[in-house]
């Protein structure tokens, strides 16, 4: 149980972390002007969204963890480190800097990394893979709305 909980508590200190560097998006005047996707979602979504896919990514950690030692994860917590990291960078890059073309490649790459994490859950932990969908899906949802951002201002 202490896993889950470590691991709980280092997602949502990325979320923290992340929102601290950011700030309000829903008050941030540059984003509020920018042109956005017919398909972005109502600013409740955005915390109901990030609450459930760090629940359920603690838990696919927490399963992993469960079934591997940690010399055995090693590459793993290497990749998990890194998809942590980009989730944080991308907040000040895209709402803070503005840096859009580069908040889409940080966007981009932490797609293909969570979709690794799922293939890879998938393929080694079973149906507890399925627990980084969410995840996977919604960074699918981001990425076209950072590139629709992009590509219209």
């Not at 907040?91 to 293939?119: A, E, S």
Request: glycine content about 8%; proline content about 4%.
């Amino acid at each position: 149980m202490f896993k889950l909980i470590l691991f709980l508590v280092i997602n949502f200190a990325a979320l923290g972390i992340g929102g601290i560097l950011i700030g309000n998006p829903s008050t941030n005047e540059w984003y509020q002007s920018v042109n956005k996707a017919p398909w972005t979602p109502p600013g409740w979504m955005f915390g109901f969204a990030w609450t459930t896919i760090m629940l359920c990514f603690s838990i696919f950690l927490f399963q992993a963890s469960n079934k591997f030692s940690f010399n055995d994860l090693k590459v793993f917590y290497i990749l998990f480190t890194v998809q942590w990291i980009l989730n944080i960078l991308w907040n000040p890059i895209f709402f803070r800097f503005h840096f859009v073309f580069f908040g889409l490649i940080i966007i981009i790459l932490l797609t293909l990394l969570v979709g690794w994490f799922f293939y890879w859950g998938i393929k080694e932990v079973g149906h507890s893979g399925f627990f980084v969908l969410p995840y996977f899906i919604w960074l699918l949802i981001a990425t076209s709305l950072n590139a629709y951002i992009y590509f219209k201002n």
